[in-house]
């Protein structure tokens, strides 16, 4: 059980985890209940792409995130995981960073969408760990 659940890729769980709550955020945070102040904020986007299709893009999003994360030894798609996790808050954080002019409140939903996508880039960098049968073995200092 220990071996088992030491094989399991952090990076993938990321992309799991994180696709599951871009999921989740784009059901039931935007397609089913916006909230007022969000949509209003994101003026500078919802004038090119109604609320419901970025609503459905973050869906979409989470949904290859997770596929992302449950394909085993394909950078690759892992890679697409990640861009499709980063593109959306990175989109985000610009529309809020524009709201500030309007509304000083939005300083603070840019700062933390700036630093999910940051943070999701940096994941995307990360090495996994290689396989236990990989390493070489621990060296003992005497």
Same mark, same amino acid.
């Given at each position: 059980m220990r071996?088992?659940?030491r094989s399991v890729s952090r990076r993938r769980a990321v992309l799991v985890t994180l696709g599951a709550g871009w999921?989740?955020?784009g059901a039931l945070g935007i397609l089913i209940n916006p909230r007022e102040g969000t949509t209003a904020l994101l003026g500078d986007i919802t004038r090119w792409?109604?609320?419901a299709v970025l609503g459905w893009l973050w869906v979409v999003a =989470?949904?290859?995130g997770i596929v992302a994360g449950l394909v085993?030894?394909?950078p690759r798609v892992q890679a697409? =995981?990640?861009a499709a996790l980063?593109?959306?808050p990175g989109l985000w954080a610009a529309a809020f960073t524009l709201a500030i002019s309007d509304a000083p409140t939005a300083s603070g939903s840019a700062c933390i969408w700036v630093a999910i996508a940051v943070a999701v880039v940096l994941v995307a960098g990360m090495d996994d760990p290689l396989p236990p049968?990989?390493?070489k073995g621990r060296s003992t200092w005497t």
């Open positions: 071996a088992a659940a999921l989740g955020y792409v109604p609320m =989470g949904a290859v085993v030894s394909c697409a =995981g990640y980063a593109a959306l049968h990989m390493r």
